[in-house]
């Protein structure tokens, strides 16, 4: 069973360190935040077996929460005199870190681990009939919102022409491409070696193909093969699939895989017309979807039978990276 433990601490590089080693470790599940607010979001939802919290984030109320073990993590050692609850010297080599916290969450485990919050990896497409909807960028703002509550989340790009380094670092070595042509020779691939991190938002990722030609590599197949190697383990809360707008296949594959459908539609009439006419000829997918509107201006067209959990707003020049964390941190998405 997998041990749910929760970081928060103000210091990112300190918190990312931490989270990267036992996240690199099966036995973890790791959630990190940065601020008191968040926290208590994520436990007035969620249990949690460990928690490490330093004192500046740390309540009293954090104990009526489902928290099994709390800990604080403390700068100075002659610090763990003065609080009474469990506490460590932050800085230390990381495998005495995780020796202590095991040995206190073993006290306090009296029972056998209950089961995980999480029911295995959440698969959410995005997707829209309509071009130039600004559908990546919504997609890649669903990703930061759910990694800054706490979420292991992963973005995979299937779009024919891929702008992931609009928004992450990409590169040639390690891209989409690698992953495609081990599947396609049967080889056992490591994605961990593979994928990239944004170090902001601690978000999984493939750089893009490495040439248009390479579309021809992604098939049915190979692409449930992907999607199966991204849930195993149960390495990821959330997959984040930014779908091509084209319906192919692997688009129809896609949309019937998933967990939850996100279609990005725009604030014209012209656009709301065609959204409706191509979800009422797709009421199969209509139970598990939601709408994001991109772009919106005070006249937009609403579609009636499908819940809308964003209303994004003109954003101005920004980059496209910079626009979706203004749009995570203005919460113009609901999730």
């Known amino acids: ?23 690199s470790e099966n036995e973890y599940r790791v959630s990190q935040f940065s601020k008191a607010n968040e926290l208590i979001a994520y436990l007035e939802k969620y249990r949690c077996d460990i928690l490490l919290v330093t004192p500046e984030i740390y309540t009293e109320k954090l104990a ?31 495998t005495n870190i ?8 073993t006290k306090n485990s009296t029972t056998a681990r209950p089961k995980s919050h999480y029911a295995g990896t959440k698969i959410i497409s995005v997707y829209s009939p309509i071009g130039g909807v600004g559908k990546t960028t919504v997609a890649v703002s669903l990703a930061m919102q759910y990694a800054r509550l706490g979420r292991r989340v992963f973005y995979l790009n299937l779009e024919e022409i891929a702008s992931t380094e609009s928004y992450f670092r990409v590169s040639e070595n390690n ?11 049967e080889q056992t691939v490591d994605l961990n070696e ?7 938002y601690n978000i999984g990722y493939f750089s893009p193909l490495k040439q248009l030609a390479d579309n ?33 296949d692997i688009t129809k594959c896609l949309l019937g895989e998933c967990s939850e459908i ?23 997918v209509v139970k598990k979807a939601f709408i994001i509107y991109n772009n919106v201006d005070s006249n937009i067209s609403m579609i009636d039978n499908i819940m809308a959990i964003g209303r994004i707003p ?17 919460e113009y998405i609901r999730i």
């Open 216 to 248: 021809s590599l992604i098939t049915v197949e190979k692409l449930i093969m992907l999607l199966h190697r991204l849930k195993e383990f149960d390495m990821y809360d959330i997959l984040i699939i930014d779908t091509n707008s084209r319906m192919s």
């Open 314 to 330: 003109k954003l101005g020049d920004n980059s496209e990276r910079e626009k979706c964390k203004q749009i995570v941190n203005q």
């Open 262 to 284: 996100v279609f990005v539609g725009a604030s014209t009439e012209n656009a709301s017309l065609k959204m409706a006419k191509w979800l009422a000829e797709a009421q199969e």
């Open 98 to 105: 995780e020796k202590y916290i095991l040995e206190e969450d």
């Open 194 to 200: 593979i994928k990239q991190m944004d170090d902001e």
């Open 175 to 185: 891209s989409l491409t690698k992953v495609l042509e081990s599947l396609a020779m």
């Open 1 to 23: 069973m997998r041990i749910d433990l929760v970081i928060a601490d103000e210091d990112n590089n300190y918190r990312g360190r931490i989270a990267g080693y036992l996240s």
């Open 64 to 94: 009526t929460y489902d928290v099994r073990t709390i800990i604080l993590l403390l700068e100075d050692e002659q610090e763990r005199l003065v609080y009474g609850t469990s506490s460590i010297y932050k800085y230390q080599s990381i």
